[in-house]
Protein backbone atom coordinates (compact mmCIF):
# COMPACT_ATOMS: atom_id res chain seq x y z
CA UNK A 1 0.00 0.00 0.00
CA UNK A 2 3.29 2.31 0.51
CA UNK A 3 4.67 1.31 -3.15
CA UNK A 4 5.94 4.52 -4.72
CA UNK A 5 4.98 6.57 -2.17
CA UNK A 6 6.94 9.02 0.21
CA UNK A 7 5.96 6.66 2.81
CA UNK A 8 8.15 4.12 1.12
CA UNK A 9 10.53 4.13 4.20
CA UNK A 10 13.00 1.69 4.90
CA UNK A 11 10.67 -0.15 8.38
CA UNK A 12 8.03 -0.78 5.30
CA UNK A 13 10.28 -2.99 3.09
CA UNK A 14 10.14 -6.90 2.70
CA UNK A 15 12.94 -8.99 2.97
CA UNK A 16 11.43 -12.12 0.63
CA UNK A 17 10.18 -9.29 -2.17
CA UNK A 18 14.27 -7.89 -2.42
CA UNK A 19 14.97 -11.49 -2.63
CA UNK A 20 12.47 -12.51 -5.10
CA UNK A 21 13.25 -9.19 -7.46
CA UNK A 22 17.06 -10.23 -6.94
CA UNK A 23 15.86 -13.86 -8.90
CA UNK A 24 13.92 -11.94 -11.31
CA UNK A 25 16.65 -9.55 -12.31
CA UNK A 26 19.84 -11.47 -12.45
CA UNK A 27 17.62 -14.09 -14.90
CA UNK A 28 16.68 -11.49 -16.92
CA UNK A 29 20.11 -9.80 -17.20
CA UNK A 30 21.44 -13.85 -17.98
CA UNK A 31 18.91 -13.71 -20.78
CA UNK A 32 19.60 -10.88 -21.98
CA UNK A 33 23.63 -11.62 -21.76
CA UNK A 34 23.62 -15.24 -23.59
CA UNK A 35 20.33 -14.09 -26.02
CA UNK A 36 20.33 -15.36 -29.90
CA UNK A 37 17.78 -16.97 -32.46
CA UNK A 38 17.46 -19.90 -29.98
CA UNK A 39 16.74 -17.57 -26.71
CA UNK A 40 14.73 -15.29 -28.87
CA UNK A 41 12.43 -18.03 -30.12
CA UNK A 42 12.02 -19.55 -26.45
CA UNK A 43 10.78 -16.36 -25.47
CA UNK A 44 8.47 -15.37 -28.84
CA UNK A 45 6.58 -18.80 -27.85
CA UNK A 46 6.41 -17.72 -24.05
CA UNK A 47 5.14 -14.35 -24.76
CA UNK A 48 2.98 -15.18 -27.86
CA UNK A 49 1.45 -18.30 -25.56
CA UNK A 50 0.61 -15.80 -22.59
CA UNK A 51 -0.20 -12.68 -24.41
CA UNK A 52 -3.14 -15.29 -25.71
CA UNK A 53 -3.98 -15.94 -21.66
CA UNK A 54 -4.26 -12.63 -20.85
CA UNK A 55 -6.30 -11.03 -23.85
CA UNK A 56 -8.63 -14.02 -22.76
CA UNK A 57 -8.63 -12.52 -19.28
CA UNK A 58 -9.68 -8.90 -20.97
CA UNK A 59 -12.86 -10.62 -22.53
CA UNK A 60 -13.49 -12.24 -19.29
CA UNK A 61 -13.09 -8.76 -17.65
CA UNK A 62 -15.06 -6.84 -20.43
CA UNK A 63 -17.61 -9.64 -20.59
CA UNK A 64 -18.12 -8.78 -16.53
CA UNK A 65 -18.76 -4.99 -17.35
CA UNK A 66 -21.62 -6.19 -19.54
CA UNK A 67 -22.90 -8.64 -17.84
CA UNK A 68 -22.95 -6.58 -14.47
CA UNK A 69 -25.13 -3.63 -16.53
CA UNK A 70 -28.45 -3.28 -15.10
CA UNK A 71 -30.07 -0.81 -17.58
CA UNK A 72 -29.60 0.40 -21.46
CA UNK A 73 -27.65 2.97 -20.80
CA UNK A 74 -25.07 1.14 -18.82
CA UNK A 75 -25.24 -1.66 -21.04
CA UNK A 76 -24.13 0.25 -23.94
CA UNK A 77 -20.97 2.38 -21.61
CA UNK A 78 -20.30 -1.28 -20.65
CA UNK A 79 -19.92 -2.76 -24.29
CA UNK A 80 -17.56 0.37 -24.97
CA UNK A 81 -15.84 -0.61 -22.22
CA UNK A 82 -15.35 -4.27 -23.00
CA UNK A 83 -14.15 -3.52 -26.38
CA UNK A 84 -11.81 -0.85 -25.51
CA UNK A 85 -10.34 -3.64 -22.85
CA UNK A 86 -9.78 -6.06 -25.31
CA UNK A 87 -8.41 -3.68 -27.80
CA UNK A 88 -5.85 -2.15 -25.55
CA UNK A 89 -4.72 -5.40 -24.62
CA UNK A 90 -3.65 -6.09 -28.17
CA UNK A 91 -1.67 -3.44 -28.85
CA UNK A 92 0.33 -4.15 -25.21
CA UNK A 93 0.81 -7.93 -26.90
CA UNK A 94 1.89 -6.67 -30.00
CA UNK A 95 4.09 -4.54 -28.08
CA UNK A 96 5.35 -7.72 -26.75
CA UNK A 97 5.96 -9.40 -29.59
CA UNK A 98 7.70 -6.35 -30.99
CA UNK A 99 9.91 -6.28 -27.79
CA UNK A 100 11.40 -10.05 -28.43
CA UNK A 101 13.28 -8.45 -31.55
CA UNK A 102 16.22 -7.25 -29.15
CA UNK A 103 17.19 -11.13 -28.26
CA UNK A 104 17.89 -12.10 -32.41
CA UNK A 105 21.64 -12.05 -33.92
CA UNK A 106 20.44 -9.62 -36.35
CA UNK A 107 17.44 -6.86 -35.24
CA UNK A 108 16.59 -6.24 -38.85
CA UNK A 109 15.89 -10.81 -39.11
CA UNK A 110 14.33 -10.72 -36.26
CA UNK A 111 11.80 -7.96 -36.92
CA UNK A 112 10.89 -9.64 -40.38
CA UNK A 113 10.27 -13.09 -38.23
CA UNK A 114 8.17 -11.31 -35.73
CA UNK A 115 6.08 -8.95 -38.11
CA UNK A 116 3.60 -12.52 -38.78
CA UNK A 117 2.82 -12.67 -35.37
CA UNK A 118 1.82 -8.89 -34.90
CA UNK A 119 -0.79 -9.77 -37.80
CA UNK A 120 -2.13 -13.00 -35.56
CA UNK A 121 -2.78 -10.60 -32.55
CA UNK A 122 -4.57 -8.42 -34.56
CA UNK A 123 -6.98 -11.32 -35.91
CA UNK A 124 -7.14 -12.42 -32.37
CA UNK A 125 -8.16 -9.21 -31.25
CA UNK A 126 -11.33 -9.30 -33.89
CA UNK A 127 -12.50 -12.44 -32.93
CA UNK A 128 -12.65 -11.42 -29.10
CA UNK A 129 -14.62 -8.28 -30.18
CA UNK A 130 -16.79 -10.39 -32.37
CA UNK A 131 -17.42 -12.49 -29.53
CA UNK A 132 -18.16 -9.33 -27.05
CA UNK A 133 -20.39 -7.45 -29.72
CA UNK A 134 -22.38 -10.82 -29.89
CA UNK A 135 -22.92 -11.10 -26.04
CA UNK A 136 -23.65 -7.50 -25.77
CA UNK A 137 -26.64 -8.42 -28.69
CA UNK A 138 -27.91 -11.08 -26.55
CA UNK A 139 -27.90 -9.09 -22.97
CA UNK A 140 -29.71 -6.14 -25.36
CA UNK A 141 -32.38 -8.58 -26.19
CA UNK A 142 -32.51 -9.53 -22.57
CA UNK A 143 -32.98 -6.67 -21.42
CA UNK A 144 -34.91 -4.94 -24.31
CA UNK A 145 -32.67 -2.50 -25.18
CA UNK A 146 -31.71 -1.13 -28.46
CA UNK A 147 -28.03 -2.17 -30.25
CA UNK A 148 -26.38 1.04 -29.98
CA UNK A 149 -23.87 2.08 -32.82
CA UNK A 150 -20.21 2.75 -31.50
CA UNK A 151 -19.79 6.28 -31.67
CA UNK A 152 -17.69 8.72 -30.00
CA UNK A 153 -20.02 11.39 -28.23
CA UNK A 154 -19.29 15.00 -28.23
CA UNK A 155 -17.10 14.63 -24.98
CA UNK A 156 -14.88 12.17 -26.01
CA UNK A 157 -14.65 14.10 -29.93
CA UNK A 158 -13.30 17.15 -28.33
CA UNK A 159 -11.12 14.60 -25.61
CA UNK A 160 -9.34 13.34 -28.77
CA UNK A 161 -8.63 16.55 -30.34
CA UNK A 162 -7.06 17.62 -26.80
CA UNK A 163 -3.28 16.92 -26.08
CA UNK A 164 -2.05 16.60 -22.80
CA UNK A 165 1.54 17.55 -22.22
CA UNK A 166 3.40 18.01 -18.99
CA UNK A 167 5.43 21.19 -18.04
CA UNK A 168 8.69 20.12 -16.81
CA UNK A 169 9.61 23.26 -15.00
CA UNK A 170 13.92 23.75 -13.65
CA UNK A 171 14.39 22.47 -9.93
CA UNK A 172 11.36 19.60 -11.44
CA UNK A 173 12.32 16.29 -10.23
CA UNK A 174 11.89 12.91 -11.90
CA UNK A 175 7.96 13.12 -12.40
CA UNK A 176 8.26 16.40 -13.93
CA UNK A 177 6.22 17.91 -11.26
CA UNK A 178 6.71 21.72 -11.84
CA UNK A 179 8.83 24.15 -9.49
CA UNK A 180 10.05 20.32 -7.55
CA UNK A 181 8.21 19.11 -3.91
CA UNK A 182 8.55 22.63 -2.92
CA UNK A 183 6.50 24.43 -5.49
CA UNK A 184 4.26 21.34 -5.67
CA UNK A 185 3.27 21.87 -2.09
CA UNK A 186 2.58 25.46 -2.92
CA UNK A 187 0.31 24.81 -5.70
CA UNK A 188 -1.53 22.31 -3.75
CA UNK A 189 -1.52 24.54 -1.25
CA UNK A 190 -3.52 27.49 -3.27
CA UNK A 191 -6.29 24.62 -4.43
CA UNK A 192 -9.80 24.67 -3.53
CA UNK A 193 -10.82 21.78 -1.15
CA UNK A 194 -13.31 20.75 -4.55
CA UNK A 195 -10.01 21.39 -6.94
CA UNK A 196 -8.52 18.70 -4.52
CA UNK A 197 -10.84 16.48 -4.37
CA UNK A 198 -10.92 16.63 -8.38
CA UNK A 199 -7.20 15.51 -8.39
CA UNK A 200 -8.33 12.55 -6.71
CA UNK A 201 -11.21 11.96 -9.43
CA UNK A 202 -8.19 9.70 -10.67
CA UNK A 203 -7.51 6.72 -8.24
CA UNK A 204 -4.04 6.59 -7.03
CA UNK A 205 -3.75 3.00 -8.14
CA UNK A 206 -3.60 4.89 -11.79
CA UNK A 207 -1.25 7.86 -11.27
CA UNK A 208 2.23 6.66 -11.58
CA UNK A 209 0.95 5.17 -15.09
CA UNK A 210 -0.86 8.68 -15.82
CA UNK A 211 2.21 10.83 -15.08
CA UNK A 212 4.04 8.24 -17.15
CA UNK A 213 1.16 8.88 -20.40
CA UNK A 214 1.34 12.90 -19.80
CA UNK A 215 5.16 12.23 -21.13
CA UNK A 216 3.91 10.88 -24.20
CA UNK A 217 1.95 14.10 -26.01
CA UNK A 218 -1.35 11.62 -26.23
CA UNK A 219 -4.47 12.99 -26.51
CA UNK A 220 -7.04 12.97 -23.72
CA UNK A 221 -9.39 10.55 -25.28
CA UNK A 222 -6.41 7.75 -25.59
CA UNK A 223 -5.15 8.21 -21.81
CA UNK A 224 -8.70 7.64 -20.41
CA UNK A 225 -8.78 4.59 -22.90
CA UNK A 226 -4.85 3.31 -22.33
CA UNK A 227 -6.11 3.90 -18.19
CA UNK A 228 -9.38 2.00 -18.54
CA UNK A 229 -8.01 -0.92 -20.66
CA UNK A 230 -5.07 -1.04 -17.99
CA UNK A 231 -7.07 -1.43 -15.58
CA UNK A 232 -11.12 -0.59 -14.75
CA UNK A 233 -13.24 2.11 -16.01
CA UNK A 234 -12.11 5.62 -15.58
CA UNK A 235 -15.10 8.03 -16.73
CA UNK A 236 -13.98 10.84 -19.04
CA UNK A 237 -15.13 13.67 -16.93
CA UNK A 238 -12.96 12.84 -13.64
CA UNK A 239 -9.88 12.27 -15.67
CA UNK A 240 -10.41 16.23 -17.47
CA UNK A 241 -11.27 17.28 -13.93
CA UNK A 242 -7.72 16.24 -12.72
CA UNK A 243 -5.80 17.16 -15.61
CA UNK A 244 -7.72 20.66 -15.57
CA UNK A 245 -6.49 21.45 -12.49
CA UNK A 246 -3.11 19.55 -12.81
CA UNK A 247 -2.91 22.34 -15.73
CA UNK A 248 -4.33 24.68 -13.09
CA UNK A 249 -1.15 24.17 -11.25
CA UNK A 250 1.01 24.89 -14.00
CA UNK A 251 2.04 20.35 -14.37
CA UNK A 252 0.08 20.32 -17.90
CA UNK A 253 -0.55 21.62 -20.82
CA UNK A 254 -3.82 21.09 -22.85
CA UNK A 255 -3.78 22.53 -26.53
CA UNK A 256 -6.11 21.52 -28.86
CA UNK A 257 -5.11 19.98 -32.40
Known amino acids: MWYHSSQDTPDKLDPTQFKRAAVVGMGAMSVLASAGDEMAAAI ?12 GDAERKGLGYISDAT ?12 RNAVRHQAEIEKAVVRSVNVLFNSLSEGQKKLAAFEKLVDERSTSLQNE ?3 YYRLRAEQKKASVARLELTAAEKEASRMIAERVVRQGAGPGGGGGGFGGQAA ?16 PQHMTAELNILLGQKKSVLEIRDFLSGEFDPLPLEDLLENLRVQEKMGNVKLPTK
Open 44 to 55: AGESIARGSERM
Open 132 to 134: VTA
Open 71 to 82: NPAGLSEAYKEA
Open 187 to 202: ALANLSDQERASLRKV
